[in-house]
C-alpha cells in the first residue's frame, strides 16, 4: 500500500494482524505517468511495479517503538507550544515597556517569574520588583529597576496571566509524557543506555534516537544506509558531468534535528574525536558541513553500537595525525619550505 499521510495505519494494523506480508511504498518512489491518475490506476501501477520487485519497503518500527515514537513526538510538539507562549509573555511585557529579558537569561527562571506574578498582581513600583531576583542574579539592582519601569495595563495583565496558565498546563502535560516514557522504557533501556554514552547525549535525545530507528539494525543494510534514510548525507543531483546541488535529503525531520542538536552539545568536550572532526572539517567547508558531518559520524557509531551491543568508544583528538602520521609530515615540511626553510628530517632515538 501507499503511505498517504496517517491514512494507511488503521489499514495496516488490521492487516498486520492476518497472514499478509505487507509493505509501505513511499508516494514519491512509485509515481505514474502524469494524466492518467485515478484510484483504480495508481492500484494497476503498484501492483505492476510489485510484481516486477520494484518497490522498496518502508520502514515500518513495531508496535512499542510506534507507541515511543508517537510520545517523543508529542513531547517535541508541547515543548514548541511552550516556547511560543514564552515568545508571547516577551512579546507582552514589551508592549508594557519591560525589559526584563534584557536582564535576565530566561523569564521562566525563579526571579523572572516570581516578577510576571507580581506584575499580574498589580504591583507596579520597580524597586519593590527588583527585590524579587534571586541573589545570584548577574544584573545589578539598578539595571533591574530601570528593566521594571514600565506601563503595564489590565489588558497586559490578562494576557500574561492567560499565557502564564497555558505554560504552566504544558508543563504538566510534559511531566505526563515523561512519567509514561519512563513507563514504556524497559524494552530500550539497554540501547538508551549504550546511546547515553556517547557525548552530548542525555535522557532525551536517547529516547529520541531509539523511538525513530529502534534497536533492530537489521532493517538497515548498513550504517550509510541509516545515515542517508536519516537525512543527514549530500544528495545525488548531478546532470551532464557537473553537480547540481549537494543539500542534505529531505527525511526524518524529527530525528535529524535531534541528532545534530546533540551533536552541537558533543563538539564541546575537550580532547575528544567529535571536536577534532568538526574543526577539521570546519576549516575548509564551513561550521554548517561541519556539524552535520559530526551528526553523521555520531549516527554510524550509534548504528555500529547497536548491532554489537558496545559502548562508545572516543578515537581521541589526535586520531587524524595517528592515521596519516606521513601526510601529516609532508605538510608541515611543504609549509615550512614555503616560509623559506629547509627541514633535515631525523627520527627520534628510540
Known sequence: MEATGVYWKPVWHIL???EFMLVLANA????????????????MWLAELLAHGLIRASFVPDQPTQEMRNLMRTRKQLVREQSRHLQRVQKTLEDANIKLDSVLSSLMTK?????IVALIAGETNPAKLARLADPRVKASPQDLREALRGRVTDHHRFLLRLHLKQIDTLTAALAEVDAQVATNLEPFRTAVDLIKSIPGFDDIGSHVVVSEIGIDMSRFLSAPHLVSWAGICPRNDESAGKR???????????LKTTVVQCSWAAIKKKGSYLQALYHRIKAR???????????????????HMLKDGTMYHDLGADHFNRRSKD??????VKRLADLGYTVELKPLAA
Open 16 to 18: 498486520d494482524d492476518g
Open 28 to 43: 514519491a518512489h512509485v509515481k505514474n505517468v502524469p494524466g492518467r491518475k485515478t484510484d483504480v490506476n495508481d492500484a
Open 111 to 115: 526571579s523572572g517569574r516570581a516578577m
Open 244 to 254: 547540481r546541488s549537494n543539500r542534505l535529503r529531505k527525511g526524518a525531520p524529527w
Open 285 to 303: 567547508r564551513g561550521p554548517k558541513k561541519a556539524i552535520i558531518a559530526v551528526a553523521a559520524s555520531i549516527l554510524t557509531a550509534i548504528y
Open 327 to 332: 601526510r601529516q609530515k609532508t605538510r608541515l
